[in-house]
């Protein structure tokens, strides 16, 4: 079973839709979480940190499901500039490590 | 300013021959890494650097030999490349590599390194 897994879709929606992406982490000590966003042929950027609580950060929120290890991101009001491969990364601490696991992405297709 | 710099960004070579890439951030941070992203895309660590000293290790064949001179570089050298080495390689960097209240656990990412085998 991989360490991080994601449905890779693509998710091919029209603008202004409500996307949700899923993805569920193998490790129960995982201790931090993160959505990164990769651009087609561009590096990884964060995209948002996923606390406990659920946090929410303009039309993206996130959620952390620590007793189910899964992490969930809702995208509102699709923009064509949100097309990119959104990535679920989960981080181990162990000593003086800081490991970061990421997922194989979900490919995101936002069609005018 | 570039924060996270890495060259070549492409590098076309034959099989049996040894490349070099090469990595610098003025992020001024401690920690250094080194991901491989296969044509599935999948993004997998494999070396480590914490202030020169090397703290992941992941499964990788001796063929793979990271350098740190300084902090605030990390190459990575590869000997005698295969078929399957072709990927894209990024170096990150991240503040310190221990949690810490204030540590986002955020990773700055190269442009990667795009290297073809023959």
């Known amino acids: 079973r991989k360490e991080v897994e994601q449905d890779p879709g693509p998710f091919n929606v029209p603008e202004g839709a409500t996307v949700a992406f899923n993805c569920t982490y193998s490790?129960?000590?995982?201790?931090?979480f993160f959505w990164y966003r990769q651009d087609c042929r561009k590096e990884p950027k964060l995209l948002m940190s996923?606390?406990?609580s659920g946090n929410e950060d303009g039309r993206f929120t996130a959620q952390l499901n620590r007793a189910s290890q899964y992490i969930s991101l809702l995208i509102r009001d699709s923009k064509l500039s949100d097309s990119a491969t959104y990535l679920c990364?989960?981080?181990?601490?162990?000593?003086?490590?800081?490991?970061?696991?990421f997922g194989t992405g979900t490919l995101l297709a936002v069609q005018p | 300013d570039t924060a996270v710099s890495q060259t070549p960004k492409y590098l076309v070579t034959q099989m049996g021959n040894d490349k070099s890439i090469k990595c610098e951030q003025n992020?001024?941070?401690?920690?250094m890494y080194w991901y491989k992203q296969d044509s599935k895309k999948f993004l997998k660590i494999m070396f480590s650097?914490?202030?020169?000293?090397?703290?992941i290790n992941e499964t990788v064949p001796n063929r793979f030999s990271p350098k740190s001179p300084d902090k605030a570089h990390l190459n990575l050298h590869i000997n005698s490349l295969e078929l399957g080495d072709s990927a894209v390689y990024f170096c990150?960097?991240?503040?310190?590599?221990?949690?810490?209240?204030?540590?986002?656990?955020?990773?700055?990412f190269g442009e990667g390194s795009r290297l073809t085998v023959l």
């Open positions: 990150a960097s991240s503040q310190d590599s221990v949690y810490q209240a204030g540590n986002t656990g955020e990773l700055f």
């Open positions: 490790n129960s000590a995982s201790q931090s």
């Open positions: 996923v606390y406990s």
């Open positions: 990364v989960v981080s181990l601490y162990g000593g003086a490590t800081n490991k970061l696991i």
């Open positions: 992020l001024g941070h401690d920690t």
């Open positions: 650097y914490n202030n020169k000293e090397l703290i």
